[in-house]
């Protein structure tokens, strides 16, 4: 009976330190665990958990303007001010 508690204190020692270490650490052996336990929230809340994919995948958003070419007037574009600043088309150039 001794036997069995002190295998199963060994255990327990044993898991509360790779995981204290697993913490500490980082490295991408941790994350495996840490992405399984991080799951459990899909489960319980699914929309949680998608409202909480959707609102970090908006951190890598980013504003979708169309490359300017020489059919298109050249343009600047201020979010800060709100303000869109279209430069005024060259003439056509006739040959001599």
Avoid: C
């Avoid at 002190?6 to 509360?16: D, F």
């Avoid at 809340?45 to 958003?61: F, G, I, T, V």
């Amino acid at each position: 009976m001794l036997v069995f508690i002190g295998a199963g204190l060994l255990i327990a020692v044993l898991v509360v330190w790779a995981g204290h270490r697993m913490l500490i650490r980082g490295d991408a052996a941790a994350s495996g665990a840490s992405d399984a336990l991080g799951n459990f929230i899909d489960v319980f809340d699914p929309a949680r958990a998608r409202a909480d994919r959707d609102l970090e995948s908006q951190k890598n958003m980013g504003e979708v303007l169309p490359s300017p070419d020489d059919d298109h007037p050249q343009w600047t574009l201020d979010l800060h001010r709100n303000v869109v600043r279209i430069r005024p088309a060259r003439p056509p150039v006739t040959p001599p």
